[in-house]
């Protein structure tokens, strides 16, 4: 059983920084892809960044400039900066893995979900 639990999560002014924690546990491969999605209010859910075990990085268009991902393969652990938050960043923010052999962590591909932390950001 595999297990992905979201942190970091909270209300925080615009311009201000978050980091959001998955922490990953159970038995799972260790070449698997491990990522950030979120889904805004009245919006479908979209990949923001995804990590490589390798480290490489690969960000959707619209979090280019402002969000970092990282990943620590001894704690099992990927991190998603976001700096600065805008209002527009406002969703549920949910961590996933899957294996995508070097193509982008769509949905179908996923094969953990973490339940989800949101991040409210105000104006």
């Known amino acids: 059983q595999v297990q992905l639990v979201e942190s970091g999560g909270g209300v925080v002014q615009a311009g201000g920084s978050l980091r959001l924690t998955c922490a990953a546990s159970?038995?799972?491969?260790?070449?698997?892809?491990m990522g950030w999605f979120r889904r805004a209010p009245g919006q479908q859910r979209e990949l923001v960044a995804q990590i490589s075990s390798g480290g490489r990085e690969r960000y959707a268009d619209s979090a280019l400039g402002r969000f970092t991902i990282s990943r620590d393969n001894r704690k099992n652990t990927v991190y998603l900066r976001i700096d600065p938050l805008e209002p527009e960043d406002t969703a549920v923010y949910y961590c996933?893995?899957?294996?995508?052999?070097?193509?982008?962590?769509?949905?179908?591909?996923?094969?953990?979900w973490g339940q989800g932390t949101q991040v409210t950001v105000s104006s």
């Open positions: 159970g038995n799972f491969a260790t070449n698997v892809d």
């Open positions: 996933a893995m899957g294996r995508t052999f070097g193509r982008p962590l769509l949905p179908h591909v996923v094969n953990y």
